[in-house]
């Protein structure tokens, strides 16, 4: 069991940024690919960012890249979504999940077996 609790949401207007954070414990995290999910309403829960725990690697969904920058605090535990040049589109309650490091570039949401609560982010034009 791996417990994950987001915080950093919030409304904000076109072209601000926020930064999310996802406190992690429970178990060993470096066992696990740590990530940020997103679901807006009538809309599936996408992948956004993804982080390796063990050797920091990183993959992003295109429409975010260059814009998001996904991090870890080591001393802390903690994972971090730094989101810049926010747009409408991105409005969303994001999620932290964790998931097996054995298959880190799977960007499906069924391969992750933990989540978090939600943060709320809405952008506003």
């Known amino acids: 069991q791996v417990q994950l609790v987001e915080s950093g949401g919030g409304l904000v207007q076109a072209g601000d940024s926020l930064r999310l954070s996802c406190a992690v414990s429970g178990r060993a995290f470096s066992d696990y690919t740590l990530g940020w999910f997103r679901q807006a309403p009538g809309k599936e829960r996408e992948f956004v960012a993804g982080?390796?725990?063990?050797?920091?690697?990183?993959n992003y969904v295109d429409s975010v890249k260059g814009r998001f920058t996904i991090s870890r605090d080591n001393a802390k535990i903690t994972l971090s979504l730094q989101m810049d040049g926010l747009k409408p589109e991105d409005t969303a309650v994001y999620y932290c999940?964790?998931?097996?490091?054995?298959?880190?570039?799977?960007?499906?949401?069924?391969?992750?077996?933990?989540w978090g609560q939600g943060t709320q982010v809405t952008v506003s034009s």
């Open positions: 982080l390796k725990w063990t050797d920091g690697r990183t």
């Open positions: 999940a964790a998931g097996n490091q054995l298959f880190w570039l799977v960007r499906s949401a069924a391969a992750y077996a933990y």
